[in-house]
């Protein structure tokens, strides 16, 4: 079946089977990468990607589902050269480990500071609750999303 949708800026036309899951869309297909797959069950969050505007487990998303969707990836974050504050602040904290989980809780995190632009840590802890670190760095990610919103605040961009 073929649907059309939006990622990352860039308008799409792609032909899917019933039972493809976007991500196998994003990643095999779009050759996107940074969105994993972890458990394939919804659990772990490291496939997390924004569809129109909320954060979704592309694993339990099917392909179909994108059909007149905007996707956004963490690809999408940074414009030209200049990386988004998020990822900027998980590198500048330190928060980046091994990787493997990151991109799905910047984009986790990016949905968060869209909705409350001076989270606490404890609003920060359940809004990622959804996504595991297998590295068990809590703490420098938490860090990392609070000096995103410090620095998105300053300078304005949220």
């Known amino acids: 079946m073929e649907i059309k949708f939006t990622i990352n800026g860039e308008e799409r036309t792609e032909q899917v089977k019933p039972n493809q899951r976007l991500l196998d869309l994003i990643r095999k297909d779009l050759g996107l990468v940074a ?3 972890g458990c394939g069950k919804g659990e772990c969050g490291a496939c997390t990607v924004i569809m129109n505007g909320e954060p979704v ?4 998303v099917l392909a179909a589902q994108a059909d007149e969707a905007e996707i956004l990836t963490v690809e999408g974050l940074a414009e030209g050269d200049n990386l988004h504050p998020l990822q900027e602040a998980f590198i500048e904290a330190g928060a980046v480990q091994c990787g493997f989980c990151i991109p799905g809780c910047i984009m986790t995190a990016y949905c968060l500071l869209k909705e409350n632009s001076s989270p606490t840590r404890n609003e920060i802890r359940t809004a990622l609750a959804g996504n595991i670190c297998r590295c068990t760095g809590y703490q ?3 860090d990392a999303v609070q000096l995103a919103a410090k620095n998105m605040a300053a300078g304005g961009e949220n």
């Open 35 to 37: 969105a994993k797959e």
């Open 140 to 142: 420098k990610i938490i």
């Open 57 to 60: 487990t592309s694993c339990l």
